[in-house]
């Protein structure tokens, strides 16, 4: 073993030198011109011992110098560690992205076929709360939509190549991919205004407090018919929602303003780690978004009003934020 592993470090240190004085040392080196090895796995053909070129460029830690132009970054002749990345891209992400999005499907397509919409045990009562004002569902709106739009053209980036230039051949979709790319660079304006928004509207009543252990214990109540843990505002769920969106809302944010304004600071490898970061982020808030919008319109009887009209059937708040619904109509005046 340790002959073998010593004569493989041999084999690199003369693959080395060979590429530091301009001589290949292999079939393969000699085939494949720097850089341009598309095949972040290139090993060398069955048979042949020499390291590949990727090898190689990891043994020289990539290849660098010094430049006198004030791009110093341009000394980076090639980087080794951005085959690793690509690798990551290119499969890690791009499939667990794929579980995660495709998993919150199944979950929500299963939940419904065995729960059903949950509806409101007495039926609705005629009568109306305000839950939100114009101001929060102009908001709510303005956010959901760029989120949907974002999803959409950034989901294109990941998988467009490989599900939709099949279907649509390439003009059409190469077309489309230059349309979505400034589609998505725009609308994540108004979405970064929106969490912004939102945080400062409804920060104030996603605080933790005693009635979520109750909401947790009880499953939320949305697996067991007729039972309703007490809420305030907002209960233990939404308030999971609202701290996704904050967080992977802000993580996403940022990695996409450097993306988009490339090296404002640091070099290349973290420009890789905010690309990498925008990507995990938005799958995260991608499946989390999913089960929001099903627990908002199909999953419950009487959710979506809230969001439509801002008025809320009594009988609804009563069963899904009893504390909330209480401390309303006490405000109000009423009984
Ligand atoms: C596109 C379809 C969507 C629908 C049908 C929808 C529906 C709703 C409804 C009905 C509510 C009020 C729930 C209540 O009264 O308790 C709500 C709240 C909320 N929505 Fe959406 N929404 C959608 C998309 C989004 C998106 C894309 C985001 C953010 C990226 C978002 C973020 C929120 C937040 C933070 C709340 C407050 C917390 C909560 O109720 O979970 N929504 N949504």
Do not use: C
Request: no cysteine; charged share 15%.
């Amino acid at each position: 073993m340790k002959a073998i592993s010593s004569f493989s470090q041999v084999l690199r240190v003369i693959a080395v030198a060979g590429l530091l004085f301009g001589t290949a040392t292999s079939a393969q080196a000699q085939q494949t011109p720097l850089g341009l090895d598309n095949n972040p796995t290139a090993r060398p053909m069955a048979g042949l011992t020499a390291p590949s070129e990727a090898d190689m460029l990891r043994a020289l830690q990539g290849v660098k110098g010094n430049v006198t132009i004030p791009d110093r970054k341009a000394g980076t002749l090639v980087q080794p560690q951005g085959r690793d990345w690509r690798a990551t891209m290119n499969s890690t992400i791009r499939s667990w992205g794929a579980w995660l999005v495709f998993g919150m499907i199944a979950l929500v397509t299963a939940f419904y076929l065995i729960r059903g919409t949950i509806m409101i045990d007495g039926g609705r009562s005629g009568r109306t709360i305000e839950r939100f004002n114009e101001f929060e569902r102009f908001n709510h709106w303005m956010t959901a939509s760029s989120f949907v739009v974002l999803a959409i053209t950034g989901l294109n980036v990941t998988y467009g190549r490989h599900l939709l230039l099949p279907l649509l051949g390439p003009e059409v979709f190469s077309t489309w991919s230059a349309f979505a790319k400034l589609l998505h660079n725009f609308t994540a304006f108004p979405f970064m205004l929106g969490v912004v928004v939102m945080l400062v509207l409804w920060i104030a009543h996603n605080f933790p407090n005693r009635y979520d252990w109750q909401w947790i214990a009880q499953g939320g109540g949305i697996f067991t018919k007729g039972v309703h843990p007490p809420a305030r505002k907002f209960n233990f769920g939404q308030k999971i929602v609202f701290w996704s969106v904050m967080i992977a809302g802000f993580i996403i944010s940022l990695s996409g303003l450097y993306l988009l304004f490339p090296f404002w600071f640091g070099a290349m490898e973290t420009q890789q780690l905010m690309a990498v970061l925008h990507s995990i982020f938005a799958f995260i808030l991608i499946a989390v978004i999913i089960g929001h919008i099903y627990i908002g319109s199909l999953g419950m009887e009487g959710a979506f009003d809230a969001m439509y009209t801002g008025q809320v059937d009594e009988r609804w708040a009563k069963e899904h934020h009893s504390v909330w619904a209480a401390e309303t109509k006490a405000g109000a005046g009423d009984d």
